[in-house]
């Protein structure tokens, strides 16, 4: 069913999470999210009065009013540093279930028939699939790093800025995995969701801001990953297909 906007295809994804045959495959990108938000955000509570403490004891006298705007500024901004950071380690570590989990959508939506084969073949897949995470990385760390600068540099529109290119690199991450099932080039794929851009965001933000959340964030993963199938499915695959087909006559 197509959805008015890239955030409806993110909802779409909590029904798809849910459908018959695809539960089993949600299983293993929900227990890799579990540990890792286990220990991270233990961590993360543990660490975050000690840090604000050490930036508040750096300012002069003058500017100690500062403390009642550091304070918001600083959860919004580990909040959302934390929801990518813990995103990229779990789809990392989840990166050929992911794809998998993608596989059993599309062929759920389309009604054709399912050829992504079993476990075996998903550990088989496991150098292509991270393979394709390191374009991703390699593509994200010196943006972050830029705009990482900006956030702390710039108080409130440095981290307007910051939410704006985590929520496009969710974009990029989820719907990846679909355009990457049917060996897609990674630039390729780039240049499709520029030219959606509005769209791509629009399902970015959604990720990112439900990313946020404790313990909804742990079911995040899956839910994206389904609703990025669906916006796959019905706004990018036939455009797609067509384009590699000119480009390979």
């Not at 409806?8 to 539960?23: E, T, V, W």
């Not at 959860?75 to 279930?97: D, E, K, R, T, Y």
Request: hydrophobic fraction near 55%; charge should be positive.
């Amino acid at each position: 069913m197509l959805a008015n906007s890239g955030s409806g295809y993110f909802f779409q994804g909590f029904n798809l999470i849910n459908s018959k045959g695809l539960r089993r495959f949600v299983l293993i990108p929900l227990a890799v999210n579990l540990v890792i938000f286990g220990f991270t955000f233990y961590w993360l509570l543990s660490q975050l009065n000690a840090y604000i403490g050490q930036f508040l004891g750096w300012l002069p006298e003058a500017l100690l009013w500062l403390e009642y705007l550091v304070w918001p500024v600083a959860v919004v901004a580990i909040l959302i540093g934390f929801s990518f950071i813990f995103s990229a380690i779990a789809n990392w570590l989840a990166a050929p279930f992911n794809g998998l989990l993608a596989e059993k959508v599309e062929a759920k939506l389309t009604g054709q028939e399912d050829t992504s084969g079993g476990l075996a073949d998903v550990f088989k897949d496991i150098p292509r699939t991270l393979s394709r995470e390191w374009c991703k990385l390699r593509y994200y760390l010196p943006r972050a790093i830029g705009f990482f600068i900006i956030m702390w540099v710039l108080p409130l529109i440095g981290q307007l800025i910051w939410f704006l290119f985590v929520s496009w690199m969710m974009a990029v991450q989820y719907l990846d995995y679909p355009f990457d099932n049917h060996k897609i080039n990674f630039d390729l794929m780039r240049g499709r969701l520029n030219e959606h851009k509005g769209q791509s965001y629009s399902f970015g933000i959604t990720t990112a801001l439900f990313s946020m959340i404790p313990f909804v964030n742990l079911i995040v993963m899956p839910v994206a990953i389904c609703g990025a199938t669906a916006l796959w499915v019905d706004h990018h695959k036939q455009a797609m297909k067509a384009q590699v087909n000119t480009r390979d006559k």
